[in-house]
Structure formats: C-alpha cells, structure tokens
C-alpha cells in the first residue's frame, strides 16, 4: 500500500494515510475533539480507518484508553503503526473486525463513550468512489447507520456517551436510530462560512438519559479564506470542540 505521511494537531501526530482509499481530515479531527472523555476513560471507536480519530482523542485527553474496530485489514495495520510510531500504543488498539459481528473479547456494557464517522453514502442513491477501500469507508445500506449506532448501545455502559459526525442530509435518519436508549440528544453544526448552510453536524447522545434535545450554537469554520480562532484552536491547537 502506497501511504503518505501527514501532519495533524498542529504537528503534534504525524499519521501514515494511504494514497488511495479513506483518508482522515477535519472530519476525524472534529469527532475526537467533540468526545466529552477524561483521564481514565474508555472509549469505543466503530469504523477506525488509519486511526486518526482515536489518536487525536488520545493526544488530546491524556489517560483516556480507546479501543478501534475496523473492517479494513489493511487500515488496522497502519492504526497499529501509527499508534507506535506516536507513543500512543499503550492507550490505543485497533482490531479488524465487522460491525455487525464484533470480538467476543469485546465486552457489552463496558465502555464510557462511543464514536464513530460511519459511512454515509446510501447504496443505490448516491454514486460510490472507484475506490474499493474508500467505497468501503464512505458508503453502505440504509439501515447501517441505525445498525452502527445499535452497535454503540450495546457496547456503552449506563449513561455513556456516543459521538458522530455526519452529513446534514442524515440528520434525520440519526435522530431515528437514537430513539432506542439514548437521550440528551446535541446536534452542533459545522458551518464551512458564515453564509453556507452547514455540511457536517456532530452529534452527541447519551444511553439512559431524558434530558431534552438541544441545537448548540455550532462552530464557524473558515472566514475570509483561513480558518477561524476558533477552529484553528481544535484542529492544531487540539482543544475540545
């Protein structure tokens, strides 16, 4: 696999990403930063990749142990690899497993946050990448976001949090998955400019609870070209969103 080697977090992880196939960007930066996890913490990541996003949360919250599945053989080889290669593997594992059938070591119940960038694209509706891996990354059936989302239920312990970033257009169907379990539901939008309507929302949940929903006043991404203080702060400075 050809990789390239790039910088994250203002040069604080250097990450090995393939040339072809899922490649992590702000996407992965934004989810790590909106997990609420502290020193001690376990936490699930459903759909790894190279591991930019448990390695982000890593650097950022130090203590914190994660735990990454990912379908791709390939990617969990360069999770592993990066996890080294940034003195991260002690707090950071990465196994190649499908969401739908998980490790057995793996225990229900047992970890205090869940996070995940599942694939969004729709089989049959929108149009998948030439690539087999980046296909495999980005797009899917309709009812794997409610299937990755019960994968997270299963595995979050009472009052634990789930973390996703997602289109707008799933919105709709994320809050449906959610409605089995979860409550005290966030959306925080991210706006790509003050005058474009947001592409991407994180979304936060937790198991157990009835706090009502919330619409957070979200984050504006880039003003007169470069991005703004406040996302210059999550995506090199790494801070929490």
Same mark, same amino acid.
């Given at each position: 696999?050809?990789?390239?080697?790039? #910088?994250?977090?203002?040069?604080?992880?250097?990450?090995?990403?393939?040339?072809?196939?899922?490649?992590? @960007?702000?996407?992965?930066?934004?989810?790590?930063?909106?997990?609420?996890?502290?020193?001690?913490?376990?936490?699930?990541?459903?759909?790894?990749?190279?591991?930019?996003?448990?390695?982000?949360?890593? #650097?950022?919250?130090?203590?914190?142990?994660? +735990?990454?599945?990912?379908?791709?053989?390939?990617?969990?080889?360069?999770?592993?690899?990066?996890?080294?290669?940034?003195?991260?593997?002690?707090?950071?594992?990465?196994?190649?497993?499908?969401?739908?059938?998980? $490790?057995?070591?793996?225990?229900?119940?047992?970890?205090?946050?869940?996070?995940?960038?599942?694939?969004?694209?729709?089989?049959?509706?929108?149009?998948?990448?030439?690539?087999?891996?980046?296909?495999?990354?980005?797009?899917?059936?309709?009812?794997?976001? *409610?299937?990755?989302?019960?994968?997270?239920?299963?595995?979050?312990?009472?009052?634990?949090?789930?973390?996703?970033?997602?289109?707008?257009?799933?919105? $709709?169907?994320?809050?449906? *998955?959610?409605?089995?379990?979860? @409550?005290?539901?966030?959306?925080? $939008?991210?706006?790509?400019?003050?005058? +474009?309507?947001?592409?991407?929302?994180?979304?936060?949940?937790?198991?157990?609870?009835?706090?009502?929903?919330?619409?957070?006043?979200?984050?504006?991404?880039?003003?007169?070209?470069?991005?703004?203080?406040?996302?210059?702060?999550?995506?090199?400075?790494?801070?929490?969103?």
């Amino acid at each position: 696999m050809t990789t390239t080697r790039d #910088a994250f977090l203002g040069g604080r992880l250097t990450l090995q990403q393939p040339v072809a196939g899922f490649r992590a @960007g702000m996407d992965s930066v934004m989810l790590a930063a909106a997990v609420p996890a502290r020193s001690g913490d376990t936490v699930l990541e459903l759909g790894s990749g190279a591991g930019a996003a448990a390695l982000c949360l890593a #650097a950022r919250v130090d203590g914190v142990h994660i +735990t990454g599945l990912e379908i791709q053989g390939a990617l969990v080889d360069l999770a592993t690899s990066n996890a080294h290669a940034n003195h991260l593997h002690d707090r950071a594992q990465f196994i190649a497993a499908d969401i739908a059938a998980p $490790p057995e070591t793996l225990r229900p119940c047992s970890f205090d946050h869940a996070m995940m960038n599942p694939p969004f694209f729709v089989e049959g509706r929108d149009d998948a990448p030439p690539d087999a891996s980046r296909a495999t990354a980005h797009i899917a059936d309709a009812e794997a976001l *409610a299937r990755w989302t019960k994968c997270a239920r299963i595995y979050l312990k009472a009052r634990g949090t789930l973390t996703a970033i997602l289109p707008t257009d799933r919105l $709709p169907d994320m809050l449906a *998955a959610l409605e089995k379990g979860f @409550g005290g539901i966030a959306v925080i $939008p991210l706006w790509p400019d003050a005058a +474009t309507a947001a592409k991407r929302l994180v979304v936060t949940a937790r198991l157990g609870s009835r706090a009502p929903f919330a619409l957070k006043p979200g984050l504006i991404l880039h003003e007169n070209g470069k991005n703004t203080p406040a996302a210059e702060a999550i995506l090199r400075g790494g801070e929490a969103l």
